[in-house]
T-cell receptor, first 112, second 112 residues
Framework: AQSVTQLDSQVPVFEEAPVELRCNYSSSVSVYLFWYVQYPNQGLQLLLKYLSGSTLVKGINGFEAEFNKSQTSFHLRKPSVHISDTAEYFCAVSEDTDKLIFGTGTRLQVFP | EAGVTQFPSHSVIEKGQTVTLRCDPISGHDNLYWYRRVMGKEIKFLLHFVKESKQDESGMPNNRFLAERTGGTYSTLKVQPAELEDSGVYFC??????????FGPGTRLTVL
């Protein structure tokens, strides 16, 4: 069975600082990996996805993630965060790109 | 292009009552998914429609939940009778197979 672990439930950071949101997964088969973001009072928005190819994936709003198969990780990074990045971030895994298994989410709080 | 819409945005009902949630997917999307997030936990898959047919309903918690997708367009999720543990945010998503999910804003259900 697949599972996703997001160890950090909350990550506080100051504006313009770098941030890394951690995601580890377990699966017995090849998977596709996703990061979604939920801004306050909005739905889930796809940030980026890894389907195949280059292990470094670039997404919207300056975010990127690196797929590391040996460490079964897909950490999300941004070199300099903005106040508007305050949101909840969800890592997800799937065998078929559509039926997603989500982690518990990480709340990113950016302070001025 | 309109996104996935869900109605209502919030619903507060008493234990034992019935509630019906509606999802309108993006036009042309054959796949429609329901997910649920119980407070503080991960977002969990409930079921998957392909057009009007239920492809996978392995995530439905019990027989108090009934999902339909009339004519392969919009979908409804009825909870009858509602219990306290049904409280949470219900997300709908739609897709064209293999392109990734587009989520709606969710319906926040509170059962008192």
């Amino acid at each position: 069975a697949q599972s996703v672990t997001q160890l950090d439930s909350q990550v506080p950071v100051f504006e313009e600082a770098p941030v890394e949101l951690r995601c580890n997964y377990s699966s017995s088969v090849s998977v596709y990996l996703f990061w979604y973001v939920q801004y306050p009072n909005q739905g889930l928005q796809l940030l980026l996805k890894y389907l195949s190819g280059s292990t470094l994936v670039k997404g919207i709003n300056g975010f990127e993630a690196e797929f590391n198969k040996s460490q079964t990780s897909f950490h999300l990074r941004k070199p300099s965060v903005h106040i508007s990045d305050t949101a909840e971030y969800f890592c997800a895994v799937s065998e078929d790109t559509d039926k997603l298994i989500f982690g518990t989410g990480t709340r990113l709080q950016v302070f001025p | 292009e309109a996104g996935v819409t869900q109605f209502p945005s919030h619903s507060v009902i008493e234990k034992g009552q019935t509630v019906t949630l509606r999802c309108d997917p993006i036009s042309g999307h054959d796949n429609l998914y329901w997910y649920r997030r119980v407070m503080g936990k991960e977002i969990k898959f409930l079921l998957h429609f392909v057009k009007e047919s239920k492809q996978d309903e392995s995530g439905m918690p019990n027989n108090r939940f009934l999902a339909e997708r009339t004519g392969g367009t919009y979908s409804t999720l009825k909870v009858q009778p509602a219990e306290l543990e049904d409280s949470g945010v219900y997300f709908c998503a739609s897709s064209v197979t293999g392109t990734g999910l587009y989520f709606g804003p969710g319906t926040r259900l509170t059962v008192l």
